[in-house]
Structure formats: C-alpha cells, structure tokens
C-alpha cells in the first residue's frame, strides 16, 4: 500500500510569507503527527491529530498550527515565516492512538530566505 | 518533560564489528520506546519497538535492543554491521497511556558510519 505522501518536497520562501504544508497519511490511517527535524535541535514535536481533532501540540509558538480534515489528510501552517523556520518537516501516520508504530513521510524540506 | 539521550553523536566501525548504540530516556511514566533508522536520502524508519513483556525486542535487518527498567536505557545492538548499515539513527519514546498523544520525542541521532 502506498506509503505517506507529503507535498511539496521542497519550498523556498521569503521571511514573512506563510506558508503550507500537506500530508496524506497511509489510508486507514486516523492518526497524524507533524515534526520538525533541524541539525540543532533534531526531531521536536509539532502537533498531532486523530479523527479531525488536534491531541496535543509541542513547544511551537503560535505561528504553527494544523489542521485534519474527514479523510485524514492533513495540513501544517506556519505564519509570518522567519529564517530559524529552515527545517524539514515530516508527517508520521499511525492506525491507531497510541502511536504504536509511525510511519513517516519523506518530508517537505522548507528553506526561508 | 520527558527527553531522550543518545551518547554517541557519531560512531565509526568497520564491516563485521559488533554494534551497540546508548539511549537513556527521562520520562515519569510507563513508557513505549523505539528505534528508527534513517537510511541516506530516505524516510524514518521503524527498526524496533518496546512496549511490554520480554525486555529484550528483536527487530528487522539482524537489530536488537534491551530495555533496562532500572537505567532507564534502551540501548541498541548488532554482532556484525555490514555497510549498508550507514545511517542515522534515533531512539525515541512515548507516553504508554494517553493515547499517544504527547507524540514522539526523540533523541539527537547518532550518525554510524560502517567502513568497508
């Protein structure tokens, strides 16, 4: 079956622009988790889904936010986008709520100019 | 908070040396852990997983870990690496209950480099 697919691959962006990202997760999937994967910081936690609600958020300030929709395709939004955003954000979806095993996409590499 | 440890940021071996990568977690709770690989250009993947039962999990590509209540360590192991084993790899853990919903904290990665 096909795996998540995350779109674009790759985004450049000005500082100040929004921008947004989206995630299909693999289908029967209800759960999604969006991370940013930086060299300084690794892989944090950005904010997680199930059946349309948001679970739980990390320590991201307010300019990020999500949203799920009924097929559980998801999307990420970051506002007013500053330089430290540069990242790789990955999408992981899982069949169920404990997040016994995430199956993770290959990511949207977002450069901020 | 919780948080993940991994000791060694970058490890370099030769083809056929044994393996074994540190992961100590700090978490005030049950716990669920697991390894992902990275492999170069390619996604997370899930190597492992520790839920419950026999604290010593295989997983795929010839991998183990043990988890050590007491230490708080999952620490990873192979007897022989072979080349293909150059990637990244993350330990990371989640809450048991909750639902999952405090999501994945991982660790910073260690980088293995398999000389051949």
């Known amino acids: 079956k096909a795996g998540v697919t995350q779109t674009p691959r790759y985004l450049i962006k000005t500082r100040g622009q929004q921008v947004t990202l989206s995630c299909s997760p693999i289908s029967g999937h209800r759960s999604v988790s969006w991370y940013q994967q930086t060299p300084g910081q690794g892989l944090q936690f950005l904010f997680e889904y199930f059946s349309e609600t948001q679970r739980n958020k990390g320590n991201f300030p307010g300019r990020f936010s999500g949203r799920q929709f009924s097929n559980s395709r998801s999307e990420m939004n970051v506002s007013t986008l500053e330089l430290g955003d540069s990242a790789l954000y990955l999408c992981?979806?899982?069949?169920?709520?404990?997040?016994?095993?995430?199956?993770f996409g290959q990511g949207t590499r977002l450069t901020v100019v | 908070a919780q948080s993940v440890s991994q000791h060694n940021h970058h490890v370099i071996l030769s083809e056929a040396a044994s393996l074994e990568l540190g992961c100590n977690y700090s978490y005030g709770g049950t716990v669920n852990l697991f390894w992902y690989v990275q492999y170069p250009g390619q996604h997370l993947q899930l190597l492992l997983k520790y839920f419950s039962g026999d604290p010593l999990v295989k997983g795929i590509k010839g991998f183990e870990a043990e988890f050590i209540k007491s230490k708080f360590s999952f620490n990873l192991r192979k007897p022989s690496v072979q080349w293909s084993d150059t990637a990244e790899y993350f330990c990371?853990?989640?809450?048991?209950?909750?639902?999952?919903?405090?999501?994945?904290?991982f660790g910073k990665g260690t980088h293995l480099i398999i000389q051949p």
């Open positions: 990371a853990v989640t809450g048991a209950t909750g639902g999952g919903a405090d999501g994945l904290t």
């Open positions: 992981a979806s899982s069949s169920d709520r404990m997040n016994t095993e995430a199956f």
